[in-house]
Structure formats: C-alpha cells, structure tokens
C-alpha cells in the first residue's frame, strides 16, 4: 500500500540555520502530498501542500516540491526560529478519491538561540 | 476557514469507564470524518473512517466493539473507549473531510483529545 518515509529526528539546528527534512513516498496513484506541523501539546497543522507533480507549496518560509522523479517532497526553510521547534510530519493523500490521509513518523525539530 | 473541535481536551478516567470524545466541524459540512490516535513521540495511526448516516469502517487491528464511532449529522462525529483501561491512553486526534468548492476533499484536524485511564 501507500506509504511515507521521513528522515529520523531529532534535528537539532542554531538559530538562522538552513533546514531540510527529507521526506519520500511510495503510492499507486497519484498522491498529493503536504506537510503538518505538531506543536507542543497541540494537535496538528496544515503547514503546506502540494496535489501534482513540480507544484511547490510554500508557507511560514517553508517550501517543499512535489518531485514524481524521485517520489520526494522535502521540507526546506532558509532559516529556522527558535518557534519552529516542533514536529514535523509528511503525509499523502488522495484528494480525488478523498482517502484518509497516510502519516510519515515524525521528525522532531529543535532550534536553539 | 475550517475549523474542527474536539470536546474533551483532556480527560482522566478509571479503568472500566467508557469516555466519549465528541469531534464537530464547525463551520463547514463533513460527510466524512476520520479517528486517529497518536502514541507519545509517535506517528498517527488511521482507526477508522466515519461517514454520516452509515457504519464506521475500521483499521485492521482496531475493535470495533471497543471503538465505538457514531457520525449522526453531517457536523458531528462521536468516539466513545468502552471499558477503558491503560493501555487505551493515547492522543486521538478526529479530522473533517470538506467538499465542495470550499476545499476540494481536503481534511482538517481537531485539536486532540488526550486520555488518561488510570
């Protein structure tokens, strides 16, 4: 079945430091792909998405392209805060069929001052 | 835009009690609801899928008789933990399925109900 992989946390960067968070997936079909977020004893976050392949969602200074070549949607940030500490989770879905949406496991980020 | 409750936030009960967990979208319709349950410093895991007006279907490895999931209105999607016990103590976590023009198939998450069966 679908599935996603996303790099092992935790990432542990300074602040203004670059971020990548790799994420890969593998579906039948033709998936869109977004990122969440997870605060600190809060629930989840749509912090961008994708639904085709070389769309780029962006949000917050975080990007991430969709790339069907190398089944790949990593998370990017020029230049973390220390706000940006939370977890980070990967997930697919598909949109026409309006499946339930397939989690990566999580990377954990911490940025310090 | 969307926005998804979850009532309770946090609830403590004592093993054998059965907790109900109440899921609404607020400013939208969903026919379709969805149950996840997160594991400290763990990924979501689906439970199962609640559609208005007809059965809930659940994960492989998911009881049905101890989930029970209830979807009798188009804003409104219940889980109840029967007998709880400790190992059921969890994060769960209901999104919304919207439709239609608004945002086409795309779900949007509760806050999270956190459960304690001591």
């Known amino acids: 079945g679908d599935s996603v992989t996303q790099m092992e946390g935790p990432v542990t960067l300074s602040e203004e430091a670059f971020l990548t968070i790799n994420c890969t997936y593998t579906?039948?079909?033709?998936?869109?792909l977004f990122w969440y977020v997870q605060y600190p004893g809060e629930g989840l976050q749509l912090l961008l998405k994708?639904?085709?392949?070389?769309d780029k969602g962006s949000n917050k200074g975080f990007e991430a392209t969709y790339r069907k070549e190398t089944t790949s949607f990593h998370l990017e940030k020029g230049s973390v805060q220390v706000s940006d500490s939370a977890v980070y989770f990967c997930a697919l879905s598909d949109l026409q069929a309006g499946t339930a949406l397939i989690f990566g496991k999580g990377t954990t980020l911490s940025v310090s001052s | 835009g969307a926005v998804v409750s979850q009532h309770p936030s946090r609830v403590i009960c004592k093993s054998g009690t059965s907790v109900k967990i109440e899921c609404r979208s607020l400013d939208f319709q969903a026919t379709t609801m969805f149950w996840y349950r997160q594991f400290p410093k763990q990924s979501l895991m689906l439970m199962a899928t609640s559609n208005e007006g007809s059965k809930a279907t659940y994960e492989q490895g998911v009881e049905k008789d101890k989930f029970l999931i209830n979807h009798a209105s188009l804003t409104l999607s219940t889980l109840t933990v029967t007998s709880a016990h400790p190992e059921d103590s969890s994060f769960y976590i209901c999104s919304a399925r919207a439709s239609g023009t608004f945002s086409y198939n795309e779900q949007f998450f509760g806050p999270g109900t956190r459960l304690t069966v001591l």
């Open positions: 579906a039948t079909g033709y998936p869109s």
């Open positions: 994708a639904t085709k392949a070389d």
